[in-house]
Each structure stands twice: as C-alpha cells, then as structure tokens.
C-alpha cells in the first residue's frame, strides 16, 4: 500500500519547502571530513560549493565538532593565517578557534529548534547547527533555513481560516471528487504535518464514490479489526500513538509501515461513520493538542466530501459546527 509522503532530505535549500514535522525534515548538508584532513582541502571544497555552511570533523568515525564557513575565512584571512593553517590539519584551526559546536535531535520541532539556536551567545546565534539522526546520521543544518521554516510555519498558522474557508467554498461548489480531496490533504499537510496518510473508507461507502483517489482506500476488515483503528471506530475519537514501539495497540499493523507515531482519526458525516482519516510520522515527534484538534475539522470535512452532504439540508449547519470547534483558533490569526 502506498501511502502519501509529504516530506523528504534533499541535500539542498530551496524555497518551497513542504511543511516539516520536525528538523530531520529540512534541507541539511553531510560535509564531513576527518580532523586530520588539511585545511587546505577544506577550503577547496567550500569554494566550490557556496551554498554549504561549514564542516563536520570526524574522529575516528566519531563527531567532535563544527566548523562554520564564515569562521574558517575569516580566520584564514587574518595576517599569517594562512601560514600558520591552511597547509596544517583542520584540527588545529578548531582548536585555536575554540568555537562551540551545537547539536539537535532530529525530532525536535523547527519551534524549538530556533528557541534553541536564538539562545546561544551573540556570536554563535548564525553559526550552524549538527543535527543527530537515531541512525547516527549527522547533518548540518543552516540557520537560514531553519528561520525560513520557521516562517513558513507561521504563514500557515496565520492563514488557517482561510485556508478552511477554501475547502468550505469547494465543497459548497461541488467541486470535482479529486480535486476536494487534494485540496483537503494539502491543507492539512500545511498545518498538521505528516510523512504518510491515508484515507479509510467503509466499504460500504467505498462502493458509491464518484472516483477513486490515490489516497483513498477501503478499510478492508483485516485493518478494520487491529487494535488502533478498532480503537478509533468503538471511541468516535482521535486515537494518538506517541511511540508505537511501546504502545500496546500499535501490533500487527504492518500495512501502514514502519511508523513512530500514530494519529487516527473518525471521519463523520451527517449519515454517520464515513471511515478514517491516518495520518503517521515517521520520527518521534508526537502531534500536539492543536494538531489533533485540527485533524478533528478536517475529518469532519472529508466526511462531508466522502457521503456528498452538500446536499444535505443540514449541511449549513453541520458547516458551522465545524466552524465553532475551531474557535479556539483564532488567537493563531495575526
């Protein structure tokens, strides 16, 4: 089964970024070179790609520390500074630098990542940050991007309303089944960021829709009857997963792959159970109370899209039941 992906580790900066659930999402760089490595090779290596922010310096496999760019020139640039370095090994113009090295968890939220790096002193606040996978991976990460996630995370918060009236104005407009769909799982891809979800429809409903959609699919028994979607349908709640290797429910659900966490979602109508909504993430960075809150609204519009309540002389007032479970959202609008 091949479920949405919303994000991935390019190995450059570019502008429009998906939103990330956590900063091992970001655009990052792997320069790494051992400290016995020539400082010479270094800057050769700088020069030739402008865009990364500095270096990682290895011993014996093992991090010991970060050398920002604008450290290594502005070093090098003093008087005998290329005498006493360039030709030595780049373990020396750290040591002599004494620079700090800042490390992240690759699951920390972009919030509290530039919380983070603000915190540091004056001089260190643009220095690059090392951020540290499970897997051992190390990666730095530029704190011009950081700031430009950061923002784009604040427009999308800023525009939330919006955003929710966009998918209202198409439904009311019946708007093709596809298109509502793409609208509705690139909404919340903005605001409740996922590596992976899918949209579970009852089968009896999987029958009578007017398409099918990449990201719908039937809610087969098999999954039907394993813990956490049994959970969602008997609860008529959320059921969030914060760490699968540890919860109870999280067995037996390999269809969905190798998950961290775990949101599911029921997606109601106004006839009903419509199925629902999955959304994973596959680092440990659980979703937090609004994102859950979130979810909630856009289920409820999905269930709107799934059963075709446009018609519904109801639907009016289901819409604004949906709009007042999002009140508390507008201390987010600027």
């Known amino acids: 089964m091949a479920l949405s992906d919303s994000s991935s580790l390019p190995s450059s900066l570019h502008r429009n970024l998906p939103t990330p659930v956590s900063v091992g999402d970001l655009p990052s760089y792997d320069y790494q070179v051992p400290v016995q490595t020539l400082t010479e090779e270094v ?27 604008s ?9 005998y500074g290329v005498e006493l370095f360039l030709r030595k090994p780049i373990l020396e113009l750290q040591q002599f630098l004494r620079n700090q090295t800042y490390t992240i968890p690759d699951h920390m939220s972009v919030k509290e990542a530039v919380q983070f790096a603000l915190s540091r002193k004056p001089e260190d606040l643009y220095a690059p940050l090392i951020i540290l996978y499970e897997d051992g991976l190390l ?31 198409a439904i009311r407009a019946n708007q093709p089944f596809s298109m509502l769909i793409d609208l509705t799982v690139d909404t919340i891809a903005r605001l409740v960021p996922y590596h992976r979800a899918g949209i579970f429809v009852k089968p009896s409903r999987w029958i009578h829709l007017p ?19 049994r959970a969602v349908m008997n ?17 037996d ?3 969905l792959g190798n998950l961290r966490v775990w949101l599911g979602v029921p997606i109601q109508s106004l006839l009903g159970f419509e199925g629902v909504l999955s959304l994973g993430r596959l680092s440990a960075s659980p979703f937090n109370v609004e994102e859950v809150e ?28 949906l709009r ?7 201390r987010f609008e600027s």
Not at 142 to 152: F, G
Not at 298 to 313: D, E, Q, R, T, V
């Open 43 to 69: 800057t050769l290596h700088l020069d030739k790609h402008p865009h990364l922010p500095g270096v990682i310096l290895l011993d014996e496999g093992r991090l010991h520390s970060a050398l920002p760019r």
């Open 71 to 79: 450290l290594i020139f502005e070093r090098l640039g003093h008087r």
């Open 139 to 169: 990666r730095l990460l530029d704190m011009h991007t950081l700031l430009l996630a950061q923002s784009q995370i604040l427009d999308n918060a800023n525009n939330i309303f919006s955003s929710m009236s966009s998918i209202e104005e």
């Open 211 to 229: 398409q099918r959609h990449s990201l719908v699919y039937r809610l087969r028994e098999d999954l039907a009857m394993t813990a956490p979607f």
């Open 235 to 251: 609860a008529s709640q959320p059921i969030h997963i914060t760490n699968t290797a540890t919860s109870p429910l999280w067995q």
């Open 253 to 255: 659900v390999d269809s």
């Open 294 to 321: 979130l979810s909630k609204t856009f289920a409820g519009y999905l269930g709107l899209i799934l059963s075709g309540s446009h018609h519904n002389p109801r639907f009016s007032f289901y819409m604004d039941r």
């Open 324 to 330: 007042k479970r999002t009140s508390w959202l507008e």
